[in-house]
């Protein structure tokens, strides 16, 4: 994404947070994101949303995705998932402000398709304060305004299966806290459909 495209996506970012997010503490986590690398950093270092912008892209991406899913007939009626639109906003466009300021822009060696090696950008993972990936931002979030048990259960465990943690826990927890799958669930969709 080029800047003007960051800055519309930043917009369109700070919109549905000033409009969704109005619990003591909002101003100041946006304060913070602006003070970091949020709205410039990439997702990930070589895979989804590797380029500027990236991670704030991804953000908003799962937030449309958790919407689409949690107004599903399904998850309304059956699995009875009621969630504020605050709350969807919190876990969806914060789950990941565990990455800001961690992505160092470097370069990595590729063969182009002759197999001559070129020097491409990429970015190398630097994580200063290694305090796990969902743990980590539920720690960051919960410095500036506080989390319900469950938005801190979604963002904790949005990694799902695909994460570090013992698998028998990640189960227990997407059927204790619904919220949990609903996320991990937009993350995937977002991560391996959209970007």
């Known amino acids: 994404m080029n800047s003007q495209q960051i800055e519309a996506k930043k917009e369109e970012f700070e919109k549905i947070f000033t409009e969704n997010i109005t619990r003591e503490g909002a101003g100041s986590i946006l304060e913070y994101l602006e003070s970091t690398d949020f709205f410039r950093a990439p997702a990930s270092t070589r895979f989804h949303g590797s380029h500027p912008g990236g991670l704030l892209l991804h953000s908003l991406n799962v937030y449309y995705c958790l919407k689409d899913y949690l107004a599903r007939e399904r998850a309304k009626e059956l699995y009875r998932m009621d969630y504020s639109d605050e709350t969807v906003a919190v876990v969806s466009l914060l789950h990941d402000v565990c990455k800001a300021n961690v992505y160092k822009e470097s370069f990595r060696n590729v063969k182009d398709e002759n197999g001559v090696w070129q020097k491409v950008p990429s970015y190398d993972f630097d994580d200063r304060m290694p305090y796990g990936h969902g743990e980590k931002s539920v720690y960051i979030i919960n ?11 979604a963002i904790r465990y949005h990694m799902g299966f695909s994460g570090l943690e013992d698998k028998n826990t990640v189960g227990r927890v997407m059927e204790m806290f619904p919220l949990a799958f609903a996320l991990c669930t937009a993350d995937m969709e977002a991560t391996y459909y959209l970007e």
Do not use: C, K, T, V
């Not at 989390?147 to 259960?153: D, G, H, K, M, V």
């Open 143 to 153: 410095g500036y305004m506080r989390l319900s048990r469950e938005e801190a259960f």
